[in-house]
């Protein structure tokens, strides 16, 4: 069953974000397993992402490979740990 995932990380500027994003090789053209969506924002407040994943197995195990990555960019740890939600029904414009 699909889930949406959602995570704070305090402080977080793009320009962290980014170099994760270039470290985990997660760019648009380079999809990780199991993610239908993903969408950050960055505020004054830090980094909010919310992800849309096939399950939430494939979640975790992104989440696996992801985490050592923004420790060493300096990724301080998440407010909270992520929310996971089961989707009830999604689509994708195609």
């Known amino acids: 069953m699909a889930v949406l995932m959602e995570i704070d990380f305090p402080g977080v500027t793009a320009e962290q974000y980014d170099e994760l994003d270039k470290r985990a090789g997660t760019r648009a053209d380079q999809l990780p397993d199991g993610v ?15 992800d849309l994943w096939e399950s939430r197995a494939k979640f975790e195990a992104f989440m696996e490979r992801l985490m050592p990555i923004a420790a060493e960019v300096g990724f301080p740890q998440p407010k909270a740990p992520p929310q996971l939600t089961e989707v009830h029904y999604h689509f994708e414009r195609g």
């Open 36 to 50: 239908l969506f993903h969408c950050a924002s960055v505020s004054s407040a830090g980094l909010h992402v919310v």
